[in-house]
């Protein structure tokens, strides 16, 4: 019953999440529930539903909550990860400069650890899911035109396509998107004749299935890398 009434809550919008967040807090409270029908990844999906409905803070509560569990290594672990790095992005969001950085990189590296325990087990449906969730926190940070920054998110994302090959991910375009964004951070952080190598040996055979409009972007990024190193 009370699994039901929790998922009715959470198709309800803002007040249902927010309702479904304190139905199971007077669960636990009143301990009415048995354990059968309050399984840990019901805070959880509260918070999933609590972040694509713009309270992050609704969403920290529940994560933290399924945290304390001590939940099993599995693919609830590495969504609760995926959370909680969408959590900390939302927290950065009023930060500037080198102090939005390094939170912003923090909340890179929770995804990274729910990459690495998806990628490591039965759960490599979810590295595409988590490279999405990563590149969506990561990339406000190539508006700092920083050296430094582009230094930080090439090292993210070399990992991130990494364990997008490991579990061979069959999104070719997804693939050579993150591709050029790796060669374009290269390029920001001073490395531009590495981000041409890197193109050449890595993005020619991702583009043979790529739409046409992937295509010309990484015609244009290498023409522009070549014209660089040449002047």
């Known amino acids: 019953m009370l ?3 929790l998922t009715s809550l959470l198709g309800e919008g803002v007040v249902g999440i927010e309702a479904a967040a304190a139905l199971l807090d007077r669960a636990e409270h009143s301990h009415s529930a048995k354990p059968e029908a309050l399984p840990p990844e019901a805070r959880l999906l509260v918070a999933e539903r609590c972040l694509d409905a713009g309270r992050p803070e609704l969403a920290r509560a529940s994560v933290d909550k399924f ?12 969504r609760a990860y995926f959370v909680v790095g969408r959590v900390l992005a939302a927290e950065a969001g009023g ?16 995804v990274e650890r729910g990459i690495a325990l998806a990628g490591g087990g039965k759960y490599s449906f979810l590295v595409h899911n988590g490279s999405v969730v990563l590149w969506s926190i ?5 508006s700092q035109r920083s050296a430094d920054a582009a230094s930080s998110l090439a090292e993210v994302l070399e990992r991130t396509l990494s364990a997008l ?16 964004e790796l060669a374009r951070c290269l390029e920001m952080a001073g490395r531009g004749k590495e981000a041409a190598a890197m193109l ?9 299935d ?12 290498q023409a522009r890398l070549l014209a660089e190193d040449s002047a």
């Open 3 to 5: 699994q039901r009434g």
């Open 67 to 78: 945290l304390g569990t001590r939940p099993a290594q599995n693919q609830f672990l590495a």
């Open 95 to 110: 930060l500037r400069g080198s102090d939005r950085r390094t939170a912003v990189l923090a909340a890179v590296a929770q």
């Open 138 to 142: 990561a990339r406000p940070l190539l």
């Open 165 to 180: 090959g490991a579990v061979g991910e069959t999104d070719a375009s997804w693939r050579l998107h993150l591709t050029m």
């Open 200 to 208: 050449a040996k890595d993005a020619s055979p991702l583009a043979a």
């Open 210 to 221: 790529a739409p046409p409009r992937l295509k010309l972007q990484l015609c244009a990024l």
